[in-house]
T-cell receptor, first 113, second 110 residues
């Protein structure tokens, strides 16, 4: 079946450090891939997405590239800020699947000054 | 813009008690609606989705049910809560674009 696997957290970084959160997926066909972020006390927000192989999603300094050959969608940011502290969810959806999302377990990121 | 209202933010209920969680949607018509749950240490799992009024599809067998009495209202219910129903419940919606979400309800069953 379809599934998403994320690296376990928490991830603790100092401000301005480089961030990578790994995400791999299992799916038949050609899913769309997403990163969602949940800031403390808030709902999930879409951070970025990619809909086909080799697409790069980017937003707020975060990037992720849809790698079909490695079935991965790793999230990266060159220089994190304290305000990036949140829980990050990788997810996929299948075309024609009523936009249903399959999520990873989430990775908590804590950035310290 | 599309907004989902979900309440309460936290809820503590005894085992065997009933449950009703409601979410309402603003800013879009005829959205697909979803209930997800995250148990401790697990990912968000889709419980139910609805493509229209009165249309409910269940993704996993469980102690819960869902109803959609109005286009922008989606309700999650249980007649008797179990300890295993504890978790974080998230309501989602999808219009023409990608999904948007409410703030979630953290349910603790004691």
């Amino acid at each position: 079946g379809n599934s998403v696997t994320q690296m376990e957290g928490p991830v603790t970084l100092s401000e301005e450090a480089f961030l990578t959160i790994n995400c791999t997926y299992t799916a038949t066909g050609y899913p769309s891939l997403f990163w969602y972020v949940q800031y403390p006390g808030e709902g999930l927000q879409l951070l970025l997405k990619a809909t086909k192989a080799d697409d790069k999603g980017s937003n707020k300094g975060f990037e992720a590239t849809y790698r079909k050959e490695t079935t991965s969608f790793h999230l990266e940011k060159g220089s994190v800020q304290v305000s990036d502290s949140a829980v990050y969810f990788c997810a996929l959806s299948k075309p024609g699947g009523y936009n249903k999302l399959i999520f990873g377990a989430g990775t908590r990121l804590a950035v310290h000054p | 813009s599309q907004t989902i209202h979900q309440w309460p933010a936290t809820l503590v209920q005894p085992v065997g008690s009933p449950l009703s969680l409601e979410c309402t949607v603003e800013g879009t018509s005829n959205p697909n609606l979803y209930w997800y749950r995250q148990a401790a240490g697990r990912g968000l799992q889709l419980l139910f989705y609805s493509v229209g009024i009165g249309q409910i599809s269940s993704e996993v067998p469980q102690n819960l049910s869902a109803s959609r009495p109005q286009d922008r209202q989606f309700i999650l219910s249980s007649k008797k809560l179990l300890l295993s129903d504890s978790g974080f419940y998230l309501c989602g919606g999808a219009g023409l674009d990608e999904q948007f979400f409410g703030p979630g309800t953290r349910l603790t069953v004691l």
